[in-house]
């Protein structure tokens, strides 16, 4: 189960990252149900960023597996896409969504957005990092 003391140190690490790069993001995070435990939108990040955040951690967490690799597969098994577009929301599959692991368990998913493709990536790989 995923803690909110959990999802504010996951958090706080991403941001730290985020202001390091100095890159305006939001943050979703997720319980393994796909509830929402924290977002938070830095100041001057686009108002859109919010959503699609959410949009990457809901694939993450629906998958057990990172969006970048998910957009990955569906390049691959096109109709793997199908299965994908029946959940709520947008499919995000771009990279900045990863499933939050803990032995061995997803527990949660993190989503960023707000800054490019590779950013977004290296921001969630700093919040999960134990």
């Not at 305006?24 to 001057?44: E, Q, W």
């Not at 569906?74 to 199908?82: L, N, R, T």
Request: hydrophobic share 45%; aromatic share 4%; proline share 5%.
């Amino acid at each position: 189960m995923l803690t909110l003391l959990q999802a504010e140190n996951i958090c706080n690490k991403a941001l730290a990252k985020a202001e390091e790069l100095k890159t305006p993001v939001s943050i979703v995070i997720l319980d393994f149900g796909g509830h929402v435990v924290l977002s938070k939108r830095m100041d001057n990040a686009s108002y859109l960023t919010l959503e699609v955040a959410q949009n990457k951690a809901t694939i993450s967490v629906i998958f057990k597996t990172p969006t970048h690799i998910m957009g990955e597969i569906v390049k691959k098994v096109p109709d793997i896409k199908e299965s994908i577009n029946i959940i709520p929301g947008k499919a995000i599959l771009l990279p900045g969504g990863f499933p939050i692991m803990q032995d061995n368990i997803c527990i949660g998913a993190i989503g960023i957005s707000g800054g490019d493709l590779e950013t977004d990536k290296a921001i969630a790989i700093a919040g999960i990092a134990i």
